[in-house]
């Protein structure tokens, strides 16, 4: 089977299924109603030392905050309302423990949920969740936990969201393989910026594999073997021999300047999610943050973290990056990235509609928290702030107004921070592409946010596979619009980066080198490959080659040309 390869690396391994099950619950009579009642009360008991191993699990990796969610849960199975009405309902109804738990939890949500208080709003989802679990135990049906496996295991599932990937062990997770997605899906980034190989979009595969069965696949091609002969397990290996030789080669680049032949130094960046991906940066050798994607601090938790997490989380990374620049894109909420709390409506074209600075604009408040978290955090490192998604110069403006509002309280306040912190925009939308001129002028840097303006300007959705073939990086269109923002930047003397996915592309790194970009940010792992092309190159030659490409007509020709004129092999 083949998808599109996302993330490199051989993998060897078992597969692991998450199978989305729907369940259905049926009306049994039941003779004898204490057994029963025993068989609810064993899945109750192995209910409470499951949450209880993920509330250690959480707790330890993650922190209270998010650890809380599972202590709530333990409180309703250790709360004996809940239990004896559904032990009642056993008895007295003379019915399967299913059917009796499923009529008593919907009578205590719809009760919840029917509340004012949002507090007890939130304990109806707290009892949808645990009566799923406990339906899942009396249904047999397996749950999967991925910060729980215990075997190595190869995760082929439909989709995963960005808080299963958050969750995933990646000792234990050699690889996954998704039905739907694209190299910018966010559970492709994750992969990357894990550096655990990956494939997406690769129809119907859930239901061509089954749990145990031996995969072994190459995440830069996108080709997968199911119960492959030994022959080719063999030439896996081998496959896998060679990959680690070529990773350890490129570790030798680590410390070296990213410089080119004739003394251009660029700045090699890396994007990341959460203090925890530093780990990765910091060994690839990261000369900077170019972008810290912050939504991923607000994911899996029930409400938005306060200012007070979000200083500690913006002020770690600061300081661990030691002075290094460290580029904090505020919330781009919406999209594929949804965040319950907010509830964000259901939108036809969700990547066109309330997303990103138009959430922030909309609801101040939880923006304004976050401006005071990142403006104290810059006392402690070299910290600069981006807005996502600008369309226009009034959107510039009114950030920048809500940013100057926040800065007058923490003066007031006598609250330290960097009065001379830059901002800049994300350049991924067509229309801020066309006015770049005018924005430079506003901004003191831009990053080209290619994931997005790929989409935008060809008008082809990034997370749909049926047309992942027209979602090309080569277009002449992109590469034009590239060449007009990092123009427009040095006409204004603003530096520019570009922190999509086609900044460690190393088919286009020449070119963009070529083309003047100032910073590339990308996921760790691709680091090291960028700085071994861009120390092959001068960029005298490179800008001759992008004067070249972008008058080509065709995105197969530009990446033909590439190909022909400029020896990648280093
Ligand atoms: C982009 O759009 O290129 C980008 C870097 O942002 P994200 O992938 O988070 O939308
Ligand atoms: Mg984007």
Aim: with cysteine; charged share 30%; proline share 3%.
């Amino acid at each position: 089977m083949k998808g599109i390869g996302v993330s490199p690396g051989i993998v060897i391994g078992r597969v692991l299924l998450k199978e989305e099950k729907q369940i259905l619950v049926e009306k049994r009579d039941i003779k004898n109603y204490e057994e029963e009642i025993q068989r609810f009360k064993r899945a109750i008991e192995s209910g409470k030392s499951e949450i209880q191993d993920i509330y250690d699990n959480v707790l330890k990796n993650m922190g209270e905050t998010e650890a809380s969610i599972f202590e709530a849960h333990l409180m309703i199975l250790e709360d004996p309302e809940m239990v004896e009405q559904v032990e009642k309902k056993i008895e007295e109804n003379k019915v399967n423990a299913e059917w009796a738990l499923k009529e008593i939890s919907e009578m205590f949500i719809s009760m919840f949920e029917a509340m004012d208080n949002e507090y007890m709003k939130e304990r109806a989802a707290d009892i949808k969740d645990v009566t799923s679990r406990l339906m899942k135990k009396l249904l047999n049906i397996e749950e999967v936990n991925f910060s729980e496996l215990v075997n190595e295991v190869i995760i082929v599932a439909h989709d995963l969201t960005p808080s299963d990937t958050s969750q995933i062990d990646k000792n234990k997770v050699l690889g996954f393989i998704t039905e739907i997605g694209g190299r910018t899906s966010h559970s492709a980034i994750m992969a990357r910026t894990l550096e655990i190989p990956a494939i997406v979009a690769v129809k119907d595969v859930t239901t061509k594999v089954k749990n145990g069965d031996l995969i072994v696949f190459d995440g830069e091609e996108g080709l997968i073997h199911i119960n492959p002969e030994e022959q080719i397990v063999k030439l896996y290996e081998d496959k896998k021999a060679e990959y680690n030789k070529s990773q350890k080669q490129l570790s030798l680049l680590i410390g070296k300047e990213s410089i080119t032949i004739d003394g251009i130094r660029v700045e090699l960046a890396a994007n990341i999610g959460t203090p925890k991906d530093l780990e990765s940066v910091i060994n690839n050798d990261g000369e900077g943050i170019g972008l810290f994607r912050s939504e991923f601090l607000y994911m899996d938790r029930k409400t938005a973290p306060s200012e007070e997490e979000q200083f500690e989380a913006y002020k770690e990374v600061a300081e661990k990056m030691k002075n290094k620049p460290v580029v904090i894109r505020t919330l781009d909420v919406g999209g594929d990235k949804e965040l319950e709390y907010l509830n964000l409506p259901k939108e036809m074209n969700p990547f066109l509609g309330y997303r990103a600075i138009r959430v922030c604009l909309d609801k101040v408040d939880i923006f304004k928290t976050q401006l005071r978290a990142i403006l104290r955090a810059s006392a402690y490192g070299n910290i600069k702030i981006m807005f996502p998604m600008i369309s226009s110069i009034e959107e510039l403006r009114a950030a920048k107004a809500i940013l100057q509002e926040v800065r007058n309280e923490l003066i007031k306040e006598n609250i330290k921070f960097n009065e001379k912190l830059e901002v800049g925009i994300m350049i991924e939308i067509p229309a801020a592409a066309i006015i770049s001129d005018l924005l430079a002028k506003e901004v003191d840097f831009f990053s080209i946010g290619t994931n997005d303006l790929i989409q935008y300007t060809t008008a082809v959705d990034r997370m749909n596979e049926k047309i992942s073939h027209l979602y090309n990086p080569f277009h002449p269109a992109l590469l034009r619009l590239v060449k007009l923002v990092i123009d427009s930047a040095h006409k204004e003397n603003k530096w520019v980066g570009m922190c999509g996915e086609v900044a460690g592309d190393p088919k286009l790194i020449p070119i963009l080198i070529g083309m003047g970009l100032d910073e590339f940010s990308m996921s760790p792992i691709s680091i090291l490959k960028a700085r071994g092309i861009i120390r092959n190159i001068s960029q005298d030659k490179m800008r001759d080659l992008a004067q070249q490409v972008i008058n080509l007509p065709t995105a197969e020709e530009v990446e033909n040309f590439i190909e022909k004129n400029i020896n990648l092999k280093h």
